[in-house]
């Protein structure tokens, strides 16, 4: 089927918009991961946000996609995904996938994705979403991401997409050697760090403090409770 004109236009506005994202937003805060930046540059945001907020794709902020949940801020994105410290044989899992922006990220980067969601609705949008695109290392499954998947573990690198009140301990015993926990703890009222924490032995665990995030709350067994 042919594009129209209009469609044409559309996704070559896109594509620029996508361009000026990677410079303005990410390289002049300093990301420097050359794969993750043509990642970057190559993947539509606009396909993961809502219709009616497309226009805003490439703004330097979130976007709500419904169900209380949102697509990050691009910088915040590359930002733990250059924290995770992927290569192509790495085994990455994702707690809270939401619209799969950041699986389609990682998946032009390690060797096998695995996404946990808790909606059932939007897990299951996912891999036809995400297979359009050419993601097809990837799996997904809709539960409770708050304690991991053990069956699939260990990970290179796990990225958590949502706050969480502290760091788990599930999480950390499904890490590699050497493996990469990337979470955003609260720390009190309106204070959310973005921590990377490192597998240095069996439990031995080194921490560092990214910086100030705001992402909405992690629901789950391991995290914190329903409202309601």
């Known amino acids: 089927m042919k594009r129209s004109k209009a469609g044409a236009r559309s996704e070559k506005l896109f594509a620029s918009e996508r361009q000026k994202m990677v410079r303005r937003q990410l390289k002049a805060r300093g990301i420097r991961d050359k794969a993750l930046l043509r990642a970057m540059k190559a993947v539509p945001r ?125 999480l950390l015993s499904q890490l590699a050697p050497d493996g990469r926990l990337i979470v955003p703890v609260a720390r009190g009222t309106d204070n959310q760090r973005l921590m990377k924490v490192t597998r240095r032995g069996e439990d031995d665990f080194s921490e560092e403090d990214l910086g100030g995030v705001h992402f909405v709350p992690l629901i789950g067994e391991e995290a914190f409770a329903p409202a309601g």
């Open 46 to 170: 606009e396909l993961f946000v809502p219709e009616n907020l497309r226009e805003f794709s490439y703004d330097d902020s979130p976007l709500p996609i419904g169900e209380a949940q949102t697509i990050s801020q691009p910088y915040v994105v590359a930002l733990m995904v250059e924290a995770a410290g992927l290569t192509s044989n790495s085994r990455v899992l994702e707690i809270g996938a939401g619209s799969g922006y950041c699986v389609a990220i990682m998946s032009h980067l390690a060797g096998r994705v695995y996404a946990i969601e808790r909606d059932e609705a939007l897990a299951e949008e996912l891999p036809s979403r995400l297979a359009e695109l050419g993601c097809t290392n990837i799996e997904i499954r809709a539960g409770d991401g708050s304690a991991g998947w053990v069956e699939e573990a260990p990970f290179d690198a796990i990225i958590v997409s949502a706050v969480a009140p502290h760091i788990a301990q599930p």
